[in-house]
């Protein structure tokens, strides 16, 4: 229900957002800690990684079921609950003494903030007027935003300082806050669905399909794709078993999902680009800390901190979009304006060299951050428009999935570009090196001779001077490949501007409506 005391409605806004915002620390947070956490609890690096995933695929099964799920407990008990099973689990996940049990409570984590994140959408978009919805999306956006930005930085400080378990228990006084706003603020819906049987079958063919695929985008790249059993073995689950899940919900009187939503043109149109935000947003995020640590030397402390005035200039920029927004300004211009600044971001980024210090990548990132501001709120604006009552729910479910999964393929297609291009631009460079080449030879003999005057014995200055050309000739193939990610994802939001044409201006309304 709308809430007309101006006080209490910000007092619920702080509320949600500070749910929220625990909720994304944690997707980014541990990604910094992996190495410690593996010397403490005597783990690899492949099973390490399985804590992120386990994290992001409870996280995209329990998003779509969050309507659902309110409805059969309640929204305000369901967004109580919760947040008190992630903190919980936080703590659990702290005390883990190895590996495999830390896997476990983070899947559970991962269930618990799966439910924050769509339900605080819901709340704000029901607390809010239809007039202000641009600002309501704005202000749950900025959780969204400062989450993922802060998570690495945050993730650092705490690991250097303290040890890795406190990532996890910084959690517990801002859960305990959280819950205690919640029971003094939040309400049930008014709008809410009456209790209806459980979906079982849908329950489980949507954790199943959606499970399966997020492990095989997750993992994909790691394994080598189809070379590795397990992969093909869940790509093969996935396809068979999600579009079962499609049709078992279009049939079944009382989904889990209801996928019936999707009639709604707008909420179809949204969630297909809020897909395509997440592709863009999470792969061109995914790339650049890669390369500033692997390439340029940085630290993840350094990277973080670089991050940090970008994340800023989303949530500077966030509110004063939905005023536009409210104010009439049509959502595809300034959709067409974010796709527009996250190209000049990543060509910029594609002019990077080797010399590259840390105020080269401030106005880029501030540029990304600004484009992020004019795609994320227009779109998830349109996509919730014309939604009313209980169908807010499953909608603020649908669309937080889709930008979760775009994101989880982003990362996915990037990374396997940049394994298949390094090697082309390996071949590329190698031709142009050969001891028989007069400028190759002259590097090698010159670098030899600097070996051999610091008192290194022929033979083997001459085997450091090839393995010193070898790590150069790396560093060029690295930083080529990247750039070359840089310019394929650029134009792939040039790519998308003429899509924004499905688009029209709606009579009356903050967002637009699709063409007819």
């Given at each position: 229900m709308v809430e007309t005391n101006p006080l209490r409605k910000w007092l619920i806004t702080l509320t949600v957002i500070t749910a929220s915002v625990i909720e994304l620390i944690d997707t980014s947070i541990v990604n910094v800690a992996l190495p410690d956490m593996m010397g403490n609890l005597g783990a690899t690096l492949e099973d390490a990684a399985w804590v992120v995933v386990s994290y992001v695929v409870a996280n995209v099964i329990v998003l779509p079921m969050t309507g659902w799920l309110s409805s059969l407990f309640g929204r305000r008990r369901y967004f109580v609950g919760s947040i008190v099973l992630f903190t919980v689990a936080s703590v659990a996940c702290g005390h883990a003494s190895n590996i495999w049990e830390l896997v476990f409570f983070r899947f559970v984590q991962g269930a618990g903030g799966g439910g924050l994140l769509s339900t605080s959408q819901a709340i704000l978009v029901e607390t809010f007027p239809p007039k202000e919805l641009g600002l309501a999306t704005a202000l749950f956006g900025l959780g969204v935003v400062i989450g993922p930005t802060i998570g690495p930085t945050l993730g650092g400080v705490i690991t250097d300082n303290l040890s890795w378990p406190w990532i996890f228990y910084v959690n517990v006084p801002i859960g305990i806050a959280a819950v205690a706003m919640s029971l003094a603020f939040i309400r049930d819906s008014a709008h809410a669905r009456k209790r209806a049987a459980a979906d079982g079958w849908g329950i489980a063919l949507l954790a199943v399909g959606v499970g399966s695929l997020q492990v095989v985008l997750e993992r994909g790249d790691h394994e080598n794709w189809?070379?590795?059993?397990?992969?093909?073995?869940?790509?093969?689950?996935?396809?068979?078993?999600?579009?079962?899940?499609?049709?078992?919900?279009?049939?079944?009187?009382?989904?889990?999902?209801?996928?019936?939503?999707?009639?709604?043109?707008?909420?179809?149109?949204?969630?297909?680009?809020?897909?395509?935000?997440?592709?863009?947003?999470?792969?061109?995020?995914?790339?650049?800390?890669?390369?500033?640590?692997?390439?340029?030397?940085?630290?993840?402390?350094?990277?973080?901190?670089?991050?940090?005035?970008?994340?800023?200039?989303?949530?500077?920029?966030?509110?004063?979009?939905?005023?536009?927004?409210?104010?009439?300004?049509?959502?595809?211009?300034?959709?067409?304006?974010?796709?527009?600044?996250?190209?000049?971001?990543?060509?910029?980024?594609?002019?990077?060299?080797?010399?590259?210090?840390?105020?080269?990548?401030?106005w880029p990132l501030v540029i990304r951050g600004v484009g992020l501001s004019f795609?994320?709120?227009?779109?998830?604006?349109?996509?919730?428009?014309?939604?009313?009552?209980?169908?807010?729910?499953?909608?603020?479910?649908?669309?937080?999935?889709?930008?979760?999964?775009?994101?989880?393929?982003?990362?996915?297609?990037?990374?396997?570009?940049?394994?298949?291009?390094?090697?082309?631009?390996?071949?590329?460079?190698?031709?142009?090196?050969?001891?028989?080449?007069?400028?190759?030879?002259?590097?090698?003999?010159?670098?030899?001779?600097?070996?051999?005057?610091?008192?290194?014995?022929?033979?083997?200055?001459?085997?450091?001077?090839?393995?010193?050309?070898?790590?150069?000739?790396?560093?060029q193939v690295a930083l080529l490949t990247f750039m070359d990610a840089f310019r394929l994802v650029g134009v792939f939001f040039l790519c998308c501007i003429p899509l924004l044409l499905l688009f029209r201006r709606g009579k009356g309304s903050v967002a637009a409506a699709p063409l007819h």
């Open positions: 189809f070379e590795t059993p397990y992969i093909t073995v869940l790509a093969t689950v996935a396809a068979v078993i999600l579009p079962t899940f499609v049709w078992h919900e279009l049939r079944t009187p009382h989904p889990v999902v209801d996928l019936k939503v999707l009639k709604d043109r707008s909420l179809a149109l949204g969630t297909v680009f809020t897909f395509i935000l997440g592709f863009g947003l999470y792969s061109s995020v995914f790339i650049f800390p890669v390369f500033a640590q692997s390439i340029l030397g940085f630290t993840a402390t350094q990277t973080g901190l670089i991050l940090l005035p970008g994340g800023l200039a989303t949530a500077f920029m966030m509110p004063i979009v939905g005023k536009l927004l409210q104010r009439g300004f049509p959502p595809q211009v300034l959709n067409a304006a974010g796709f527009v600044l996250f190209f000049f971001f990543c060509l910029t980024l594609s002019l990077s060299s080797l010399g590259s210090s840390q105020a080269d990548f401030f795609l994320f709120v227009p779109l998830t604006t349109v996509a919730l428009s014309n939604l009313k009552g209980p169908d807010i729910a499953q909608g603020t479910g649908l669309t937080n999935m889709m930008r979760q999964l775009g994101g989880s393929f982003g990362i996915a297609l990037v990374a396997t570009y940049v394994d298949r291009q390094a090697w082309t631009n390996r071949a590329s460079l190698l031709r142009t090196l050969s001891p028989y080449d007069t400028a190759t030879a002259s590097c090698l003999k010159q670098v030899t001779a600097g070996f051999v005057s610091r008192g290194v014995v022929p033979l083997e200055a001459q085997r450091k001077a090839y393995a010193a050309l070898e790590g150069t000739l790396s560093r």
